[in-house]
Each structure stands twice: as C-alpha cells, then as structure tokens.
C-alpha cells in the first residue's frame, strides 16, 4: 500500500462501524489523519465521520477527515 511504503502505519476498518469503534477505542492522540469511504457499508462514512466528531475527545474534534468516494478506510500513523 502506498502509505506502508512510506513508512505509515496504517489501520483500515470494513466499514463506518467499524471505523467509528477502531477510532473509540484508540489512545488519544493515535491517528493523525483518516481517509473515510462516504461508500462504506453498514454505517456510510459521513455519518462515521460524525460520530467521531462526536466523541468526547480533543483529538476527535481535531484529527482531519478526508471524505470521498470509493476509497477503502482507513487511519494512518506518521
């Protein structure tokens, strides 16, 4: 994957759900950017998006979110 070949750490979710709990349950502070599928299924990407922002977290509110379509999730590591 082009950002493993970068050295990034990537973490990627099967849909929104999944996502959503992937990023619940990290340290603060874990991902520095994701790239969000608005396409997912189960929960689409916009409202995975929303309910990340939601959490009651500072990183959460602050983390950058790439929204487009037909791109697989995930959350990267520098």
Known sequence: M???DEKMVV???E???EA???????VPGRFDFIFMDIMM???D???ATR???TLNRKDTKEIPIHERRRIL???AVL
């Open 2 to 4: 082009l950002l493993e």
């Open 11 to 13: 973490t990627t979710a």
């Open 15 to 17: 849909n929104g759900e």
């Open 20 to 26: 959503v709990d992937i990023v619940s349950q990290s």
């Open 41 to 43: 299924p189960v929960m």
């Open 45 to 47: 990407g916009l409202e």
């Open 51 to 53: 309910q990340i922002r």
């Open 73 to 75: 999730c995930y959350v």
